[in-house]
Structure formats: C-alpha cells, structure tokens
C-alpha cells in the first residue's frame, strides 16, 4: 500500500507546486503515467515478469576500478537495513565477483536512472527495496559479466564460450590465460551492452543465500568512521535550529529575539512561517540561543484536545457505522447465530519513530539558483521537487548527496519532505553560507507525523463446532493522506488503505466480515511507522483469534491453522515457528507462550513469543522463535538481524511507548519520557527461514507485526487477561 | 583557551566553559565519531572514556574534562579495544549504526574490567545505550566474545 501512497505523493507535490502549476499538472501526469502497476503482493511478487526496464544497464549499477574494486550503486536509503549489502550481493552474484572486492555507494538523485519501479519516483520505503531491484541487478551483473569476458576473448583471442569466471578472476584454461576484473575494467566498459542476458540457475549462487558474508559497513560502523547526515562539514557552514509551535497547528504571532541574539555564538535569527529558525556558529549556540527566544504562539488553528479527549471522541464514532472497507457475507446475521460472541475495544496510541540520528539536512545553494543537499535522503524524488518548490528552480538543479542514516522506521520519508524543505527554506533566508538544520531529540520526539491514535472495535463469533462464523470490526483513526491534495486519489469511498490493510484482507477463513473505517482529522501530523497499518491491524487480529480460540476451546496454534488452508505460505511459517518452539511441548515452570501470524509487505511471518512473570505479573519476554518466508533469501544474516531488530521495534513499544497530549501539547520530550527498549528488555530471538527460490521480498518491516501481539497472547495464555490497550504498562502488565 | 588531552594529543578550544564536550569533539574539533542521541544522557550514543571511565559527553562541560584523559572512538587502542570492534565485526552487530560508537565505547570499558560478564553485568554496563534497531542480541554475544579474547 506504501507504494501507491507514494506514487501520490510524488504527483501531489508536482501539482501542488503553485507558480508553476499549469505545467507541473501535465509533469504530475506524467509521472502517474509512467508508473508500473506494480503491488508487492506474494501473487506478484511470484510471478515472472520483469519488474523495471527489461534491458540491462550496467552503467548505472556497476563500477569496475582498475584497482579490482566493484563498485554497485545503490539507489535506496540503507537506514540500518542492510540493503547496500543486499543489493551488492545480487551484482556481485551475477558477476561472480570476489565478495572482497565488492563496495557500494549510494546513488545520486536522479528519477530516470534511479527511480523505485513501484514507486515513479527515487526513493526507498514499504520493505520494496529487493524485490525492485531483484532484475535489474541481476541484469547489470550478469551485463557486466558478459563484457568482461567479451573484453577477455578479444584480448586472448579465444571463444568466449571457452572463459570462465570465478571470484572475480577471468579465465581460459586451455590457454592458462587468467585476468582480474580490474585488469580488463577500463575495455569492457567500452563493450556494447548485451540486449539480453542469461541468469544464473540459484542452484549455483554461492553468495546469494551464503551466511558466511559480512556486511559493507562492518567496519566503517565499529570505528567511527562511517558518514551520516550529521556528520557533513561543509567549508564555511553554519547550525540552525528551529523553534516549532508547541501545539499543532500552531503558528509564531510575535518573537522577541533580543536575549538570543546576545548568546554566543549566534549568528541571526529569522522568523519564517514554519518557525523561528536561530543560526549560530555551532550546534550548541544554536540551542542555547532557542532557549533564549521568546515566542508568542497563535494557537487559534492548533489542536487544543488532549489524547483523553481524542479517544473518547473516537469512541463515540465507532458506536456509528464507518465507510466501508470489506464486506463479504452477512457478519450481523451470523454474529446473532453465533454458539459464542467475543466483543474487544483496542485502543493504540500515538508513537514516535524516534530513529537514533536526529533528522538533519545540509542546504547549500549553487549559483544556478538550485541547491546541494546532503541529507539521510530517503525520497530523493519528492526531496527535490519540494526543494525546488522552495527555490522556485528546476527538480534536477536540486543535487541530493545521500549518506548513511541513523534509523528511520519510515520518519525521513514524508510526502511533503518536511525537514528537507525547513532546511532549503532557512538556507534561502540565510543564503550566505552552508545551513545544517539540526533537530534535538526534543524536537523529535514532540514533533509530530506520528504513528496515528487508532480505536478498533471487535465483534466476533464461532459456531458450536468452533469455527469462525462472522467478524465485524470498526477501525477509528486519522490517515496521513488526509488533507493533501491527493486525498481524492488515495481516500477511496472514506477509506484509507493503510489503515486498514491488515484488516480488510483478513486472510483467516471468516465467511462473515464487515470491516469500516472512520477517518478522523486533527492537526497532529501523523505518519506511516514500521509496517504502517500493519502496527494495529495485525496486532488486534491475532490478539482476537486467541480470545476466538479460548472461546472455541482449541489450541492457538490448531485454531489458527485451520483457518489458513488457503494460505500455504502464511501456514508454512506458522508451522516452521510452532515446531521450532516446540509448540507441542510443555513449557518449564513459570513459562508461558504465545503465537501470532501476519502477511505484510509480500513476506510471510510468525511469532511464539515466551514469557515470565514477576512476583507483580509484569512481563518479561524471555524468547522470540521467528519464521519467514519472504521468498529467496539473499543475505540470510541480514534477514535474521531484520527479524531480531523487528521483533525487538514491535515488541520495545508495545512494553512503553505511547506518545500523549495533555491541552494540545505533547507530554513526552526525550528518551526519559519516551522509554525506548534497552538490552535489559530485549529476548532471546531465533530465526528460521523458508527455503525458497521465489522473488525475493522485504524483511524490513514484516518482523514488527506479529512480535507484540505474540507477547499479548502468551500474556492471555498466563493470565487469562487480554491486553486491549497498548501500551502494556497502562494496564500493569510492565 | 580551555587545554584539553584528546586520544593522547593536546588540543586548544576557545569555546564558552560550559559547552558540552560532545559538541567541542563534533563542532570545534570535526571529530565526528561521537555521537548525538539525546542530549541529556539518556541514551549513550555520545559515551566517551575520561579516565578510562565511560561517560556521556553530551552533559560533560568541557571545563570539567581539562585535565583529564579523553578518549573518543577514533583513538581506542589496546587489547580491550581490539577485542570489543574484532567481536563487533565478526558478528555484524551494526545496522543503522549511529549508536554503535557508544556501544562499543562502554563495552570497551566493560571487558576491560571484567573479563568473564554475566548477563545481569553486561544489562548493567550496556542499559545506558540505546539501539533504536535493537542489536542488543549481538551487543550481548559480541561483548562475550570480547571477554573471550581478553581471558585467552
């Protein structure tokens, strides 16, 4: 679903650019037209056609040095996610290159090159990065392989059929004739292109699935040497910090500056409509001189409520029907037939992305009146036309340096590239040097595009054999696309996709299902979080089957998978776990386990999740066995670390986190208030994979969705207590 | 003029006495390693050794580190040190990377004093550092790895 939110996104921000709107409407166009209908679905996601251009194009990935180094140029955003090393792994497999010889570097922003096939645009989001570049990589390798050896044959005068390649040597053995790739680089790079090329049968990868490779940044990582965005030093450059309404929707009526002008090290102060943006020498000047601004606020816009009064607001809608999401069969009918009913009203609170770099961007305008952005870009493609909405230039004038990322979890992509433009915005008020625009965690963590406050109200029933009759379910929340201009296009009938997804296409055989939607408008910006609707949707369901299964009399485990007949993939990893738990067994004393099993992002998931209790039955989580199947698995390492760090995102929320408001303003300011999880906190997590050759999908999002409810239901499983309301130490569970 | 012993080297910055050391490292001294997390020393991704002691640099006023020795990512060395990035490579612990100089700067200190850590050592000396992507499985076996090294 992310990716279609983003294809809007990318033609929301042509068309809302106002001085050149007549044009940008066709540009807008255009960019929808150009886009593949492409959803990350498993049916797709196995199929065999080729997903991007069909001819290869090894000049856009490859780079071959003549100091034997291969270069692959990685168009996506690594976040932590690994997918330098991912998409490095299927150049170099194709290639048959010496895993030692293998670098990346990430792309620069260029759509035409670099665009994300289910996207239209550049960027990197929806756990889409693989399965996107799955042909075209491989293509470039294999491209490239094929010059190499053309270069070789010529060179040796001998058949080409006759030259073999291994670990990035070439070579003839009849003629004892071998050379590196560095050696032949500079005349293969003048060989044509082939038209076509032959993949590797996956019986032979020797890297694709190899557990034994380390990532690139193994070590840039472990000394200090690895560059991010908060690194960058530009000659001359200055800090900025901004001073943001404290409530949404807030905007600045009267500044008085004085007292921060005289701080040390500041260098102006600028009140702009998105703030009041302090320019000093350094980053601490910066904040020192915010701290000595005083702001009057216009609050008349502002969100005023607090989430208290949010969620009964909330409440009183789901008492009314909502727009429709799915409906199949008659659910009210067969509710009012059913042996046993179980009713539930979840309530999941804000949530902050909080990733460990805090947002920043450098700004630097070029003399051609565009801009040089260095910056964790991870949406290169709306990055520019919003920065070039700023400076009023061309996208392509707008240069995007991008560097390693300190986390994201879906904050450094919004559909407005909302701290790219406060940057450019500040740096064309301050033109005279280099801006860094620097959030503090404060600013982070109160800051808004949170993971939406969502309601569900469940309402379901099995018959006297124990099988699920009808499932209604009413979902209460805003939608992030909700007052932009593409809330036409994305808000189909009153539905948000995304806040549903999860819901709607409930893959348990329930021949009764009623799912609707009310979508809920408040100025507190919200975003999609680490599996986006997959964060609710999945946990309420799988909380709910195991209240089903109760009620049914059955074990979790059989309940579940006799409601997945048709979902051979979503029952393999179901399977995989409970065996590899050992479901069947009895748990030591004081143990206590519990499953979930989701489908997001085209990957396949389940969790048993074992706890303990305390003497004050909190919660800890002793365990994690992990399957997925999420097709070929190229690094199976990196897949692990995904699922480990998955599960670890899912479950370090669910314990703590919530972000509240108290009169419109966020209650939380840093980790003090916002408890992320910590070592102490973090289980055992053991990884399994489903050995497949299909086309490989995402890992970084589908490890989060099922690990929290997982926990609830071992919870359940101890106490016969159903954990509705997150976070969990609301309800003394932690 | 604050005189300050960084990685073995003296260092001159004409800074206000109360400025963080974290941002003297970053902003004076373009010595980028070191991270900023927080700010207020929950989360340790700006963990320096002063004295050999970790310490979060981003509440230390660089007045209160003349004097001493400051070590930073950039100039760890020895057996502890060697042991603590040879487990962290060996086993990929990085993702995101960001709070991985902390990480190791407090399990540099760790192993350096304890070399045979429990689990409850190892949640005590590491619970400062927050790891947003949660490696904290592999912080855990990478610390016990460098114990290893350190006891053989």
């Known amino acids: ?734 | 003029m604050i005189r300050l012993n960084i990685n073995g080297q003296e260092r001159e910055v004409d800074v206000p006495a109360d400025m963080p050391l974290l941002w003297v490292l970053r902003d004076e001294l373009n010595m980028t390693g070191t991270k900023f997390g927080c700010g207020i020393a929950q989360c340790g991704a700006c963990t320096v050794h002063i004295d050999g002691t970790p310490t979060r640099s981003c509440v230390t006023p660089v007045e209160a580190a003349a004097g001493t020795a400051i070590t930073t990512i950039e100039g760890v060395q020895g057996k502890a040190a060697q042991a603590v990035q040879a487990a962290w490579q060996k086993m990929d612990v990085v993702q995101c990377g960001y709070c991985q100089s902390g990480q190791i700067m407090s399990a540099i200190a760790l192993v350096a004093e304890n070399q045979n850590p429990s689990d409850e050592d190892i949640d005590a000396a590491m619970d400062g550092n927050v790891c947003r992507c949660a490696t904290y499985q592999r912080i855990r076996a990478a610390v016990k790895d460098a114990a290893k090294t350190m006891r053989a």
């Open chain 1, 1 to 734: 679903m992310l990716h279609n939110l983003i294809k809007q996104a990318a033609a929301d921000i042509a068309v809302a650019a106002p001085s050149r709107r007549s044009v940008l409407m066709g540009g807008g166009a255009l960019v929808l037209g150009a886009m593949l209908p492409i959803r990350v679905r498993a049916e797709d996601a196995a199929g065999p056609k080729i997903v991007g251009p069909t001819d290869p194009r090894p000049h856009a990935f490859v780079r071959i040095a003549a100091d034997n180094t291969v270069t692959v140029l990685v168009k996506h955003l690594d976040k932590g996610q690994g997918i330098m090393t991912g998409l490095a792994t299927i150049v170099a497999e194709e290639l048959d290159a010496d895993w030692a010889q293998m670098r990346g570097e990430f792309a620069p922003a260029n759509g035409e090159l670099y665009a994300n096939h289910m996207f239209g645009i550049q960027g990197t989001g929806g756990s889409t990065a693989v399965t996107n570049s799955w042909d075209e990589l491989r293509m470039a390798g294999a491209a490239a392989r094929a010059m190499l050896v053309a270069t070789a044959a010529q060179r040796w005068s001998v058949p080409a059929a006759e030259i073999t390649v291994e670990k990035g040597v070439v070579k003839h053995a009849k003629s004892a004739k071998s050379a590196t790739f560095g050696e032949l680089a500079e005349d293969a790079a003048k060989q044509p292109v082939p038209a076509k090329v032959t993949y590797k049968d996956p019986a032979s990868y020797s890297l694709i699935g190899n557990t034994a490779l380390h990532r690139l940044d193994h070590i840039s990582k472990t000394n200090g040497t690895a560059q991010f965005a908060l690194d960058v030093r530009r000659p001359g450059q200055v800090t900025a910090v901004l001073a943001r309404s404290p409530r949404f929707g807030g905007t600045v009526k009267s500044v008085d500056d004085k007292a921060a002008r005289q701080v040390a090290g500041v260098i102006d102060v600028i009140t702009l409509p998105i703030g009041v943006a302090v320019i000093a020498k350094n980053t601490w000047a910066a904040m020192q001189g915010r701290q000595a601004l005083t702001v009057e606020w216009d609050d008349s816009k502002a969100e005023k409520r607090g989430t208290e009064q949010m969620i009964a607001d909330y409440r009183a809608l789901a008492d009314k029907p909502g727009a429709k999401a799915a409906a199949k069969g008659d659910a009210a009918k067969a509710l009012a037939g059913a042996a046993k009913v179980v009713e539930a009203e979840f309530v999941f609170p804000y949530l902050a992305h909080a990733p460990m770099e805090p947002l920043n961007a450098t700004a630097q305008l070029t003399q051609d009146g565009g801009c040089e952005i260095w910056a964790g870009s991870q949406f290169q493609g709306v990055e520019q036309k919003v920065a070039a909405g700023v400076l009023g230039c061309k996208p392509e004038q707008v240069k995007i340096n991008t560097l390693w990322a300190g986390g994201s979890f879906g904050r450094r992509a919004t559909p407005d590239g909302d701290y790219i433009a406060e940057a450019v915005t500040i740096a064309k008020a301050y033109p005279k040097a280099p801006v860094h625009l620097v959030w503090t965690r404060e600013d982070d963590i109160q800051g808004g595009r949170y993971r939406p406050l969502f309601l569900h109200r469940i309402k379901a029933g099995v018959d006297a054999s124990g099988k699920i009759v009808g499932w209604d379910q009413r979902i209460v929340g805003q939608s992030f696309m909700a007052g932009t201009l593409f809330e036409p296009f994305m808000v189909k009938d009153g539905v948000d996709s995304t806040a549903v997804e999860g819901a709607s296409d409930m893959a348990y055989t329930v021949p009764n299902l009623a799912v609707d939607y009310h979508l809920t408008k408040s100025p507190v910006t919200t975003l999609w979080w680490r599996s986006v609707g997959h964060t609710h949707t999945a946990y309420a369901k799988e909380v709910m089957i195991d209240q089903l299964a109760k009620a049914a009399g059955k074990d979790p485990v059989a309940f579940r998978a006799d409601m997945l007949q048709d979902h051979p993939r979503l029952l393999g990893v179901l399977k995989l776990a409970a065996e590899k738990a050992e479901w069947s067994k009895p748990l030591p004393q004081g143990r206590f386990r519990g499953v979930a099993v989701h489908e997001s992002f085209g990957s396949f998931v389940a969790h048993v999740a074992e706890i303990s209790l305390n003497e004050r039955q909190q919660i800890k989580v002793e365990r994690v066995v992990v399957a997925i199947d999420c097709g070929q698995v190229i690094n199976p390492d990196v897949v692990k670390a995904q699922m480990e760090g998955g599960t670890g995102w899912g479950i370090g929320h669910a314990l703590r986190d919530q972000i509240t408001l108290t009169d419109g303003v966020v209650d939380q300011t840093n980790f003090d208030s916002y408890e992320p999880m910590r070592m102490s906190d973090m289980p055992v997590v053991e990884v399994h994979m489903v050995p497949s050759t299909l086309r490989p999908t995402g890992v970084g999002e589908p490890g989060v969705p099922g690990a929290a409810p997982a926990v609830a239901n071992a919870y359940f499983s101890a106490t016969g207590k159903a954990l509705h309301v997150l976070p969990f130490a609301g309800a003394g569970a932690v």
